[in-house]
C-alpha cells in the first residue's frame, strides 16, 4: 500500500504562485493514477486535478484550468501541483490521493489519501 506526504502549502498573495508536492512510499507508485483534492472549512471536499499512471492524461476542475498543473515524475515518486495566478477562493486544504480507477472526480474512487497541506491566500 502507498503512502502520501504532502508539502509546499503556504500563505501567499492573491496572483501569487504555490507549488504543492505529494511525495510517496512504496515501489508501486507508478501503478496509480493520482488525484489533487481541497476542502475549504464548511465544504465539501472537491476534485481540482487528475493525472494518469504514465502521465499521459490529465484533467481539472473548471476553476483551475488554465491556473494549475498537474505532472509527476515516478523515477522520484513525486506528483505535483503548480497552482498560478493565485485567488481567495483557493484556500483550503489541499489532499493528493491514489486511485486505481482512471480518471474519476469522486473522493470515493480514491483509495489512498495524505494527511494535507494548507493553502492560503489573501486578498
Known amino acids: 500500500q502507498v503512502q502520501l506526504v504532502e508539502s509546499g502549502g503556504g500563505l501567499v498573495q492573491a496572483g501569487g504562485s504555490l507549488r504543492l508536492s505529494c511525495a510517496a512510499s512504496?515501489?508501486?507508485?507508478?501503478?496509480?493514477?493520482m488525484g489533487w483534492f481541497r476542502q475549504a472549512p464548511g465544504k465539501d471536499r472537491e476534485f481540482v486535478a487528475y493525472?494518469?499512471?504514465?502521465?499521459?492524461?490529465?484533467a481539472y476542475t473548471d476553476s483551475v484550468k488554465g491556473r494549475f498543473t498537474i505532472s509527476r515524475d515516478n523515477a522520484k515518486n513525486t506528483v505535483y501541483l503548480q497552482m498560478d495566478s493565485l485567488k481567495p477562493e483557493d484556500t483550503a486544504v489541499y489532499y493528493c490521493?491514489?486511485?486505481?480507477?482512471?480518471?474519476?472526480?469522486?473522493?470515493?474512487?480514491?483509495?489512498?489519501w495524505g494527511q494535507g497541506t494548507q493553502v492560503t491566500v489573501s486578498s
Open positions: 493525472i494518469s499512471r504514465s502521465g499521459g492524461s490529465t
Open positions: 490521493a491514489a486511485a486505481t480507477v482512471y480518471n474519476n472526480p469522486s473522493p470515493a474512487a480514491y483509495h489512498t
Open positions: 512504496g515501489r508501486t507508485f507508478s501503478s496509480y493514477n
